[in-house]
């Protein structure tokens, strides 16, 4: 079998940090459990743009077409804050989602019991919470036509976006979901909004007639997307997995997020299509950005960075048991009472990024051996 191929883009700030600490997992793997990664490492954003003028290379994106997986972890800074969009460093990320057709995004919202403390809602609602969102990512209201702002003949001004979707495009994000509920607690709960946009109603019908065709085994529900935003506060263990448009998905993924309280802790996984010989582009990545303000002191927060090479594992590589050792470890440590300031607790004991590594390394040698 070939070797499973990864791309690392460290990216700026806190980035090269955090993906320093997870190359030392992917040796953990080779070294412990015969589990072989072929790594490249490549540049994007801030620090693509110090090096070649722009935020992505040519070389690069085809780099990250070409390999199994793509594992990124920040990019931006003040430093670049003023350069046009298109050099921006953002813009290296957008070019990467969007060249790799990265249509399904998954947002998995998941509170450690030992930080249920750090949820602003109330320890019994968010207790044992584990759902994921699955958001459209290529198409709807952000990239619909016609577009833009227009001056009318009144003196006004007009801005006008379009919400579209086709057959297709809800299918294959909805198949998404449906296969990854099966993995979980077997719920899909489809949100959109139907009672007042035709866009909304195709949707929630094109949902149910793929369900009626090949999911019958998962459970379906459909709520309207403001009653999914409060649910999603009231009583979030309801959920297992929420599918959902491009605009509506934004909004609820961020407040699933952060019924966590920890922006540290959050990865996510972007997937394109499947290939000939079942393959899906994938890009995993941390849900924070490269924060400035803690970049290069060993303060960064490594989890989100090493969820996410957690979802790779589960999702591009198929190694269910092996992301299992992963998590559980980080679980084990955050029990330990081990914090980085970000999730810093009274009573807990502060670390820097390198020992909350160190620490999680340690657990995953006693995890798998059990
Ligand atoms: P941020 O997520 O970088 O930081 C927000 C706050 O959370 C900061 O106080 C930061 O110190 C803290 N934080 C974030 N990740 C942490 C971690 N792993 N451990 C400990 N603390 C952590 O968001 P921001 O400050 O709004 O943006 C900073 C830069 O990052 C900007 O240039 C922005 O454009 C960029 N950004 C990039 C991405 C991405 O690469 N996907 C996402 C968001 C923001």
Redesign the pocket.
């Known amino acids: 079998m070939s070797k499973r191929s990864l791309l690392l883009l460290p990216?700026d700030?806190?980035g090269p940090e955090?993906m320093r600490q997870v190359r030392r997992v992917i040796d953990w793997y080779a070294r412990k459990r015969g589990i072989e990664f072929a790594v490249e490492e490549g540049l994007v954003g801030g620090c693509s743009y110090d090096a070649h003028g722009t935020p992505l290379t040519d070389e690069t994106m085809a780099r990250a077409l070409a390999v199994d997986a793509v594992l990124l972890a920040?990019?931006?800074?003040p430093k670049w804050d003023n350069l046009g969009f298109d050099k921006r460093?953002?813009a290296g990320?957008l070019r990467l989602r969007k060249e790799m057709q990265l249509f399904a995004n998954l947002r998995p919202a998941k509170v450690f019991d030992a930080l249920v403390d750090a949820s602003t809602l109330k320890p019994d609602v968010v207790r044992g919470l584990d759902i994921m969102i699955v958001r459209e990512l290529t198409g709807g209201v952000y990239f619909g036509e016609p577009r833009g702002i227009t001056d009318l003949p009144n003196g006004e001004r007009r801005g006008v976006n379009t919400q579209v979707y086709d057959t297709h495009e809800i299918h294959r994000v909805a198949r998404v979901a449906f296969e990854l509920a099966r993995k979980r607690g077997n719920k899909v709960c489809s949100s959109e909004k139907g009672n007042v946009m035709e866009s909304g109603l195709l949707w929630r019908q094109e949902v149910i007639a793929l369900h009626k065709a090949e999911y019958q085994d998962v459970e379906l529900s459909h709520m309207l997307a403001d009653a999914a935003a409060m649910q999603l506060v009231r009583n979030p263990k309801q959920f297992d997995v929420i599918v959902t448009d491009n605009l509506f998905g934004d909004i609820l993924s961020d407040e699933a997020s952060m019924l966590t309280g920890s922006?540290?802790m959050l990865p996510s996984a972007s997937l394109g299509a499947t290939d000939a010989n079942g393959k899906r582009k994938a890009l995993y990545?941390?849900v924070?950005?490269?924060?400035?303000?803690?970049a290069g002191r060993d303060?960064?927060?490594p989890i989100?960075m090493f969820l996410s090479f957690a979802m790779a594992l589960r999702w591009s590589f198929d190694l269910q048991a092996e992301a299992d050792i992963l998590e559980n470890a980080v679980e084990n440590v955050l029990n330990t009472g081990l914090r980085?300031?970000?999730i810093m607790q009274p009573g807990m004991a502060r670390v820097s990024t390198s020992v909350m590594a160190d620490s999680i390394l340690r657990e995953m040698d006693k995890v798998a051996a059990v």
């Open positions: 990216g700030g806190i955090v920040a990019v931006g800074g460093p953002e990320l922006i540290g990545e941390p924070h950005g490269s924060a400035p303000d803690i303060l960064a927060n989100a980085t300031g970000d």
